[in-house]
């Protein structure tokens, strides 16, 4: 046997299964990524349902959602509506940006603008935390309460009706 012979011989014995480890792991590393976007999507769903859960302690989901006894304690005791009421113009000009073509969508804006508040309007950050204390709450929470207090008036003003929702 030649020297050529040898190293071939030796390329053979150790590259093929070489080769056949390597599609192995990454035929898994595939599926791994297959079963990681089966995850993803089904933990979407759950998060959504979940927070349907957490809206309903303070407003349960009826067309529209109202506030219950909580979510009415609790905007009495954070006293949100007073400082959602000053920010008014620009949660109104947020949602106006965002050019909701239904009631629908500008309740689901209205909701996100409030709750994104605090990165809006930093200014109102130590209230916020106050009145989340006070209601015994976490902050969003309280923006989720307010949200639901000032819809209606929002709604109006952005040419919609609650009752179209």
Do not use: H
């Not at 070489?18 to 990524?33: C, E, V």
């Amino acid at each position: 046997m030649s020297l050529i012979e040898i190293i071939n011989t030796i390329v053979v014995i150790v590259g093929v299964p070489t080769l056949i480890g390597f599609f192995i792991k990454t035929g898994k590393k595939l599926q791994i990524l297959e079963d990681l976007e089966d995850v993803r999507k089904n933990f979407s769903v759950v998060k959504s349902r979940v927070d349907d859960l957490w809206a309903d302690r303070t407003a349960p989901a009826k067309s529209p959602r109202q506030l219950n006894e909580r979510g009415l304690a609790i905007l009495e005791e954070s006293k949100i509506d007073q400082i959602l009421n000053k920010k008014i113009d620009v949660i109104e000009k947020d949602v106006k940006d965002k050019n909701p073509q239904t009631a629908y969508d500008a309740e689901r804006e209205i909701t996100e603008s409030i709750l994104a508040l605090e990165t809006l309007c930093p200014d109102i950050t130590e209230r916020l935390k106050d009145g989340a204390f006070k209601s015994g709450e976490d902050i969003e929470t309280v923006l989720f309460v307010g949200a639901i207090s000032v819809r209606d008036q929002l709604l109006k003003n952005l040419g919609f009706n609650s009752k179209e929702l």
